[in-house]
């Protein structure tokens, strides 16, 4: 891909980092080769048991083995290795694991908070935290975070609907006995300020508290206007540490006030085409060809170009309060119980750049874009109770390691529409929202744009679910273990709500509020079973399968009416497969961690066109196929890593959709966002006083054309190109109480395309060259 070079200084702290940070690598090993020459007795001596960025165990209580010997892929991602690397953001922190791309949103709304891919599939809505599922179009900050386990494969047995791929778990800091004081303050580029602070203190021998503050402000690197304002609280108290009975309270509570990024033109990129109108009349045709002829050799628009208006806001709350007992019944059975009760609210007000307005002029100056303005007004509320018990017992002779509960929730969604155009709705007249197009190359972020109106049309959809749930691990000697569960739930989603339907479909902009009331309930069972073979202690070998059921209105709580929808509250669940061959080894002292699997996903019950019938039917499929290998640990003492690598083929099958208003059916074979090959690195080298440290990422093309035979020359932006970002840090400890580290991000200034939205018309560019100082306090 070829974008203007943004004219940014470089610095001599930047270029004295860049020399710094090539021969990390050599040093590393340099170093190696003389602990491997030490004696045997200095060797042991000086053996780190704690092992910064490898964890043993989930902290998961369903995954009842050590990840060792856990047969389904698991990574966790520690607090430690954020910290090195500065990550503030859970979409920061998941570019440790490969296999997950971010998106940028649907045509006519710009997407905002947490949304990717896994393997191929959407797991937007399979974010828990604690295990509770959490919701909301918010931006998740890493502050109160333990660490991050991201599972990988169908995970219905785990967490119920909606897991074709896998789910996210983010594990809280609780309270424990050891008194300290750590916090950070960070500056950087774009006017950045980051300040975080983590206070744990005990109150008697068996009680503690503990308070984590976060405060981020600043723009954002690489663009006009955007600015970005977050802060949290969250406090915590336990009581009963060190005891066989423990209680936490815990809560959580984040605002957020944003300037929302609404991306920027494509025209000049590489696969940028603009065709003439299908609907162009032949007499104005060869005016429209013309036109965009001249488009198609326009150039790049600037990187910085903000195209929204300074009235552009987002304004979230995030509040999480949580009650979470446990009791030991005896050395091997603990009984444990999670509540829970979330509220997460949006308002958004967000310009989105759209297509480019018929321009007659052969002056580039002169060349203007269509925007939209998007109205997002979501609450989302969340009640949970989970009892779970853990114990250990021997049926002839075998030990068997089980886990089981219940689970009981209650989740909310409710969404208002707003719009700009005038119309008449139930006899009301609305006037058009002012939204003037934006010059191409010179927008006006001072353009006068009103708010848009709210319509009146809603969705307010809730689920309700019950499920009872079992695994068991049976331990039939030191070589070989059996892994199985099951989950057997109830859920019931009701939706409510009001659309616009035309009074008239031959008279435009005249429309009723039509009410809507949609339920559907079903049982559902899913499954997991696996085989683990241990040729040596350190290691092992393993066969699994599991499967996923989503049921329709799993994504949104949104039932539809509409046969082409698979939110449509007659369907059946869409099912998911999942087998997985793998194998897992810690090595060096049980320092590092080397992981790989071969697995193979397939998600039935897909909603497709089929044109014999003139129907929709369940009888698409989506078939992903790959291999991930993964590092963490120690290779020294001195010397951490993190690595992984993915290749993963995706394809859909009997898969077409048809549109009434051309009548034209598109037949896709192709997955979008789902790269083939991601790789992620991280490491650091500490020499005495001083940490070196570096990455890199690797995502490959991501299709965003995925029709059969769709010729890629003659539609817009087809795919997202491939892009290498290399990161670097350096860090010095002043003191026993204080480390400076300074973070430099996109170290070799690469422009590449982070996210595209689904017409190819907008994009939001990746972060370039920009950096951070952090002091780092502890005591």
Do not use: C
Not at 248 to 276: C, E, K, W
Not at 458 to 471: L, N, P
Not at 500 to 517: R, T
């Amino acid at each position: 891909m070829s974008i203007r070079s943004r004219k940014h200084h470089k610095s001599t702290q930047l270029a004295a980092l860049i020399a710094a940070a090539i021969p990390v690598m050599g040093l590393a090993q340099e170093a190696n080769k003389a602990e491997l020459n030490l004696p045997a007795t200095s060797v042991n001596s000086t053996v780190v048991k704690e092992v910064p960025y490898k964890a043993t165990r989930s902290a998961n209580a369903k995954l009842t083995e050590p990840l060792l010997d856990t047969p389904k892929t698991v990574q966790v991602i520690k607090k430690e290795m954020l910290q090195e690397q500065g990550a503030n953001s859970l979409m920061e922190a998941l570019r440790n694991t490969p296999g997950i791309t971010m998106q940028l949103g649907e045509n006519g709304n710009t997407a905002a908070g947490d949304t990717f891919m896994m393997r191929g599939f959407s797991t937007q809505n399979s974010t828990f935290v604690d295990g509770v599922r959490d919701l909301g179009a918010i931006s998740r900050d890493v502050f109160n975070l333990e660490q991050v386990e991201v599972v990988k494969g169908a995970a219905g047995s785990d967490i119920g609907r909606g897991a074709s791929s896998g789910y996210i778990n983010l594990i809280s800091k609780l309270p424990t006995l050891e008194d300290s004081i750590s916090g950070t303050l960070g500056y950087g580029t774009a006017d950045k300020s980051n300040l975080t602070a983590d206070i744990n203190q005990s109150i008697n021998d068996n009680a503690a508290l503990r308070l984590n503050l976060m405060s981020r402000n600043g723009d954002v690197d690489g663009r006009d206007t955007v600015q970005n304002s977050s802060y949290g609280v969250a406090p915590a108290l336990a009581f009963g540490l060190d005891t066989d009975t423990r209680l936490y309270l815990y809560s959580q509570h984040v605002r957020q006030n944003n300037v929302p990024d609404g991306g920027i033109s494509t025209i000049g990129m590489d696969g940028f085409y603009n065709a003439p109108a299908a609907d162009t009349a032949p007499a104005k045709l060869p005016e429209a060809q013309l036109n965009s002829a001249r488009l198609n050799a326009g150039g790049k628009v600037d990187s910085d170009n903000f195209y929204g208006s300074t009235s552009d806001y987002e304004d979230v709350e995030a509040d999480m309060f949580t009650a979470k007992f446990e009791h030991d019944l005896n050395d091997v059975t603990t009984l444990r119980n999670t509540t829970r009760l979330g509220k997460t609210t949006t308002d958004r007000v967000l310009t989105g750049v759209n297509t480019l307005a018929t321009n007659s002029s052969s002056n580039p100056a002169n060349w203007t874009v269509t925007r939209s303005r998007q109205l997002t007004d979501q609450k989302n509320d969340v009640f949970a109770n989970q009892t779970g018990l853990n114990t250990e017992f021997f049926t002839f002779g075998l030990r068997n390691d089980l886990s089981t509960g219940i689970e009981l929730s209650q989740e909310k969604q409710k969404n208002e529409s707003g719009a700009t155009a005038a119309q008449t709705i139930d006899g009301v007249v609305y006037t058009a929202v002012p939204l003037p197009n934006a010059n191409l190359y010179n927008p006006n972020d001072h353009d006068l744009m009103g708010k848009p109106y709210k319509t009146g049309a809603y969705s307010d959809g809730k689920t309700t679910t019950e499920a009872v749930y079992g695994f068991d691990t049976l331990h039939l000697n030191e070589q070989w273990l059996v892994n199985a569960g099951m989950r057997y739930e109830h859920y019931k989603t009701t939706t409510d709500g009001a659309a616009l339907e035309l009074i008239n479909p031959s008279v435009k902009g005249k429309y009723n509020l039509v009410p809507s009331d949609l339920e559907a309930s079903d049982n559902l069972l899913s499954w997991n079973a696996g085989l683990v073979f241990k040729p040596r202690e350190n290691g092992s070998i393993y066969l699994s399968y599991a499967t996923s059921l989503t049921p329709p209105g799993s994504s949104n709580f949104a039932l539809s009416s509409s046969a082409s929808s698979d939110s449509q509250s007659s369907l059946d669940p869409q099912e998911t497969e999942h087998v997985e061959l793998g194998t897992k080894w810690d090595l060096l002292d049980e320092r590092l961690a080397l992981t790989a699997a071969a697995y193979r996903t397939e998600n039935t019950n897909q909603v497709s066109y089929d044109a014999l019938s003139d129907t929709y039917q369940q009888d698409g499929k989506i078939r992903v196929t790959g291999v991930e290998l993964g590092m963490v640990g120690q290779i020294t003492n001195f010397w951490q890593v993190s690595a992984g690598i993915a290749s993963m083929d995706s394809k859909q099958m009997d898969q077409a959709s048809h549109s009434a208003t051309t009548g034209v059916t598109t037949e896709n074979t192709g997955v979008r966002w789902s790269p083939d090959l991601t790789a992620t690195l991280w490491t650091s080298y500490t020499l005495g006083d001083f940490t070196l440290g570096g990455g890199a990422r690797y995502v490959s093309e991501q299709k965003r054309l995925i029709a059969k035979d769709a010729d890629s020359s003659t539609n817009n932006m087809p795919e997202i190109p491939a892009y290498w970002v290399a990161d670097a840090m350096a860090a010095y400890r002043v003191s026993e109480n204080v480390n400076l580290r300074l973070n430099v991000y996109n170290l070799f200034d690469e422009d590449y395309i982070a996210t595209l939205n689904n017409s190819g018309a907008r994009a939001v560019l990746g972060t370039p060259r920009s950096a951070m100082l952090t002091t780092e306090l502890s005591f």
